[in-house]
């Protein structure tokens, strides 16, 4: 069975990158047709889906972070990554990682990992 | 994109059934059969419990379940347990090829 793992600094200072890393062990990335989300829930508020990437490099972002977000693969260690810049204490939150079979349903999560965002 | 509109709260006694709407336009919720809705506990992730509007997941009790109509989704739970109290959320594809979640709903069993 499929299992993801976040990692990645659980601090970061204003204006700069968060970066996570999720990595994916019990099978292959290429084992299937997936999509592979980010997702991130500050605390006491809402899952927000970040965005998507296939193995193909094919990405979709949320409108309202694509500017500041971009989500690489790397196959060869089964893992695929998160780039969000200049953040604010208002991207402090849970970040999940999580695989997508079909057409938008996350049927395989992470724990999750803390960050925050403060100087 | 704007969130998909859920209820901030829903409660039931055991054994009730109970019903979560999720509202969105026809741009995702209206436009697609593909609405899931996720059960999370306290301090943990979400888990998936019905996808592509009506299909359960291998292992997910055949108390929930989920329709649409329109615009709006819907989860039931039958047989309300006290391991039901959790918050729920929609998740919906979009014409923008993106996901778009719910506000999620509390649902506390009395």
């Known amino acids: 069975q499929m299992q993801l793992q976040e990692s990645g600094p659980g601090l970061v200072k204003p204006s700069q990158t968060l970066s996570l890393t999720c990595s994916v062990s019990?099978?292959?990335?290429?084992?299937?047709?997936?999509?592979w989300s980010w997702i991130r829930q500050p605390a006491g508020k809402e899952l927000e889906w970040i965005g998507r990437i296939q193995l193909s490099g094919t990405t979709n972002y949320n409108p309202s972070l694509k500017s500041r977000v971009t989500i690489s693969v790397d196959r060869s260690n089964n893992q695929f990554s998160l780039n969000l810049r200049s953040v604010t204490a208002a991207d402090t939150a849970l970040y999940y990682c999580?695989?997508?079979?079909?057409?938008?349903?996350?049927?395989?999560w992470g724990q999750g990992t803390l960050v925050t965002v403060s100087s | 994109q704007s969130a998909l509109t859920q209820p901030a709260s829903v409660s039931g006694s055991p054994g009730q059934s109970i019903t979560i709407s999720c509202t969105g336009t026809s741009s995702d919720v209206g436009g697609y059969n593909y609405v899931s809705w996720y059960q999370q506990h306290p301090g943990k992730a979400p888990k998936l419990i019905i996808y592509?509007?009506?299909n359960r997941p291998s292992g997910v009790s055949n108390r929930f379940s989920g329709s649409k109509s329109g615009n709006t989704a819907s989860l039931t739970i039958s047989g309300l347990q006290a391991e039901d109290e959790a918050d729920y959320y929609c998740?919906?594809?979009?014409?923008?090829?993106?996901?778009?979640f719910g506000g999620g709903t509390k649902l506390t069993v009395l």
């Open positions: 592509e509007v009506t």
């Open positions: 019990g099978g292959s990335m290429s084992s299937g047709n997936y999509y």
């Open positions: 999580a695989r997508s079979p079909g057409h938008g349903y996350l049927d395989c």
């Open positions: 998740n919906s594809h979009t014409s923008s090829t993106t996901l778009v």
